[in-house]
């Protein structure tokens, strides 16, 4: 499957924005989703469709996408924000995922 | 409520094989591409295997071909991941995951289930 880049880690003080890039040419074409993942839990989606929330997902979380990139924005970001968060797109022929990044909240 | 449920992982030797299942409800699963990713121990999410929403086409990472076979069974609403001559670097957490093929979303994950592959 293809590739998709992100940082491997970003780090931001608790009230502040976090922002992910994720690029790849996959997403030209298709949705951008974004999972979250805490130590020791299953992947939760926060996003998909590029830019919608599942129910459940709070709004300080949201995104967007153009072209070849995609970025998820976290808005006045909590302790329990610190996590792996992981961009993905359907292909073709698979899944693309990429390698995750770890979200540290100083 | 949409829900994915894996069952089926454990402890298995080397070289032996292991059948996971998932089990899918909440969902028109019948319009559903469905995949297999792993996270090994400290390690990222990794894609394994993908199956059409009519079981029609299947991919694999280059890594599993030949070992591994997804299926799945529509009428009973459930995807499986046949896995054969096991390698201790398959010992992962092995979740299933799906989308709605016609909407192009509506993604959905199970909580995964553990294989341990070790003598």
């Known amino acids: 499957s293809y590739e998709l880049t992100q940082p491997s880690s970003v780090s931001v003080s608790p009230g502040q924005t976090a922002r992910i890039a994720c690029t790849g040419t996959i997403l030209a074409n298709r949705y951008a989703r974004w999972l979250q993942q805490k130590p020791g839990q299953a992947p939760v989606l926060l996003i998909h469709r590029d830019n919608e929330r599942p129910s459940g997902i709070p709004d300080r979380f949201s995104a967007s996408s153009s072209g070849t990139t995609a970025t998820l924005t976290i808005s006045g970001v909590h302790l329990e924000d610190e996590a792996d968060y992981y961009c993905y797109s359907s292909a073709d022929n698979g899944l693309s995922l990429g390698a995750g990044t770890k979200l540290t909240v100083l | 409520q949409v829900q994915l449920v894996e069952s089926g992982g454990g402890v298995v030797q080397p070289g032996r094989s292991l059948r996971l299942s998932c089990a899918a409800s909440g969902l028109t699963f019948g319009s559903y591409v469905m995949h297999w990713v792993r996270q090994a121990p400290g390690k990222g999410l990794q894609w394994v295997a993908t199956?059409?929403?009519?079981?029609?086409?299947?991919d694999y990472i280059d890594s599993v071909k030949g070992r591994f076979s997804i299926s799945r069974d529509n009428s009973e609403n459930m995807v499986y991941l046949q896995m054969n001559s096991l390698r201790s670097d398959d010992t992962a957490m092995y979740y299933c995951?799906?989308?709605?093929?016609?909407?192009?979303?509506?993604?959905?994950w199970g909580p995964g289930t553990l294989v341990t592959v070790s003598s």
């Open positions: 199956i059409s929403y009519d079981g029609g086409n299947e």
């Open positions: 995951a799906g989308y709605d093929f016609w909407s192009g979303f509506r993604d959905s």
